[in-house]
């Protein structure tokens, strides 16, 4: 069996190959990749034996079978300049040399998943109830030691997982290095468990947070937007 289809992202190939996998049925893994649920649903990843991939989460396969309703799967490419890769395709300089480097990939849309808020954010206050949100997905780079920015605003539930070297999702009590007060690391294959995220009156607040490459990283932001303002 294998996915019922499957979507090469934008960015395919310019520092790690990307494949997007609907409605998968042991789609066989032949390399080491990191393997991404996007879904709501379990995903599974099966060798010797079947074992679940929950929502918003990942692991790095290398063999037997993926099956999910909306998995991605990556293959970090080869060689040590990915900087310098990245920009050779391209990639956007998100600060335009005002700032760290920090290079981000061209975006697409990976599909649509039916998300409860209340149970994807941990929120027993919220309704329960699930909503249309269009999943989007885009890769990132920066080099080693650099802190990306500390912001707060994003109009999205987001997460990030560790694609090449080695980072961290960082909080933060104000915009200032010395106020951290939570620091996730995060290596290939790993996501920042949770979204950073609570919803008040309807809309996402962040704390103020950043993330931090500690080695050259490579790492993919997913970001789940409500359909009617995707």
């Given amino acids: 069996m294998s996915a019922r289809t499957t979507h090469r992202p934008n960015f395919d190939g310019h520092v790690a190959h990307a494949a997007i996998l609907h409605d998968a049925v042991d789609e066989p893994v032949t390399g080491r990749s990191v393997v991404v649920n996007l879904g709501m649903t379990d995903a599974f990843t099966e060798g010797t034996q079947r074992s679940p991939l929950p929502p918003l989460s990942s692991t790095v396969v290398t063999g037997g079978t993926v099956t999910g309703d909306l998995v991605m799967a990556i293959t970090p490419g080869e060689g040590e300049d ?17 700032g760290p480097v920090l290079l981000k990939s061209p975006q ?11 149970a994807v954010l941990h929120q027993d206050e919220l309704a329960r109830g699930a909503e249309r949100h269009t999943v989007k997905v885009n890769l990132w780079f920066s080099p080693a030691g650099t802190d990306c920015g500390i912001h707060n605003l994003h109009p999205f539930i987001e997460v990030h997982t560790q694609v090449a070297g080695y980072g961290r999702m960082q909080k933060f009590a104000s915009k200032d ?11 290939p294959g790993a996501t920042n468990p949770v979204p950073f995220c609570l919803e008040r009156d309807g809309e996402l607040v962040y704390p103020w947070h950043q993330y931090r490459a500690d080695t050259d990283c490579v790492w993919l932001a997913v970001e789940y937007h409500e359909a009617r303002t995707a």
Avoid: I, K, P
């Fill in 108 to 118: 697409d849309t990976a599909g649509t998943v039916m998300l409860d808020r209340a």
């Fill in 177 to 187: 290095h010395a106020s951290l007060y939570e620091d996730q690391q995060l290596s």
């Fill in 82 to 98: 990915l900087g310098a890769r990245a920009r050779e395709r391209g990639w956007e300089d998100f600060y335009g040399g005002d």
